[in-house]
């Protein structure tokens, strides 16, 4: 089953020009995009949508840290190296199970769905769109992406549950920015400022 939903997906590439380079602009830029809003969170957004940031990145980096112990603990070679598939960008040969970018994808916008609804919807339906190119053009199983996913949910949902005791590092992480001069900065203070200034 998993093999007929991908080729049911993946017959579609290299037969429409304008998908194509849809899919593999969204398979190639999609965590680049995913840091830049980060980044436009991070300078113009107060220290809420700051910590949001971090916890977003502390996020991210522990799904893509579970992925890579289920790549090596359960290895799935990837479709292309098993089957004859219509692949339009090579990839390494590496385990596919669960894909690396749609965990990365939707572990950052679950992240900031948890706190900021209308951003984080945006950033999810683009996950979305992450999962499915990489099953377009021919990197993964459709049963990858549901593993990120997954892997995604159940993290976000862990770094939420702590993130009040992941606060003091995010508060500690902004004042250092805020000390940086010549960056973009609000200076409201945090809760560990409000609280010396008690």
Do not use: C
């Amino acid at each position: 089953m998993n093999y007929d939903l991908f080729k049911s997906i993946n017959q579609f590439a290299g037969h429409h020009p304008f998908l194509d380079g849809l899919m593999a602009g969204v398979t190639n830029n999609a965590l680049i995009i995913y840091a830049v809003v980060l980044v436009l969170i991070w300078f113009f957004g107060k220290n809420q949508y700051k910590k949001t940031v971090v916890y977003a990145a502390i996020t991210g980096a522990l799904a893509l840290l579970i992925n890579f112990i289920i790549g090596h603990i359960f290895f799935e070679p990837r479709p292309f190296v098993t089957h004859k598939v219509n692949l339009l960008m090579d990839h390494a040969a590496d385990a596919s199970f669960p894909s690396d970018h749609t965990t990365g994808a939707f572990a950052l916008a679950l992240a900031v769905l948890f706190v900021h609804r209308k951003i984080g919807l945006g950033m999810l339906l683009f996950a979305f769109l992450t999962g499915f190119s990489r099953i377009y053009v021919g990197h993964h199983y459709p049963f990858d992406i549901l593993g990120s996913m997954i892997v995604s949910l159940v993290i976000s949902i862990i770094v939420y549950k702590l993130s009040p005791f992941l606060e003091p590092i995010a508060n500690a992480i902004i004042h250092i920015y805020n000390r940086i001069p010549f960056v973009p900065k609000n200076m409201e203070p945090t809760s560990n400022s409000k609280s010396l200034n008690k």
